[in-house]
């Protein structure tokens, strides 16, 4: 009983394995999709993640984080921000959170308070996740 039961599911998974879908899409759908493409592409900004290195009321601590982040990468852009009383250093440009995440446990160890937060940022600006 078993062993039919067995050859009857294998014979019938070998079987649905076999068989092929087809999809069609209706030319409405079709075009629904280009005009969304269409307009994605034309907006050169989009909701995406940076890493906030500090936030601060005290620009002296501002300008040190700020120096410090410079010293140890050179390499990776930054820019800073006064919305009163807080002054915030955000870096980097991600599509993903996912993208950011193991450069900011890395961060972490030099700025404990860094964290991930969304922006309005150029598309332009957005660091591929294998850079």
């Not at 907006?43 to 982040?69: C, G, L, N, V, Y």
């Not at 009383?85 to 870096?91: F, L, S, T």
């Amino acid at each position: 009983m078993q062993r039919s039961f067995l050859l009857c599911l294998f014979i019938l998974c070998g079987f649905s394995l076999s068989a092929q879908l087809s999809l069609t899409e209706e030319d409405s759908v079709r075009e629904l999709i280009e005009r969304y493409r269409d307009t994605n592409m034309q907006k050169p900004i989009i909701k995406a993640w940076r890493i906030q290195i500090i936030t601060t009321d005290d620009r002296r601590e501002m300008e040190q984080a700020k120096s410090k982040f410079e010293m140890l990468y050179p390499h990776i852009d930054f820019s800073w921000e006064h919305n009163a009383p807080y002054y915030k250093v955000k870096i980097g440009a991600y599509e993903k959170k996912e993208d950011l995440e193991s450069f900011l446990l890395e961060l972490k160890k030099e700025f404990p308070f860094s964290l991930p937060v969304q922006d309005d940022i150029k598309k332009s600006e957005l660091i591929s996740a294998h850079e």
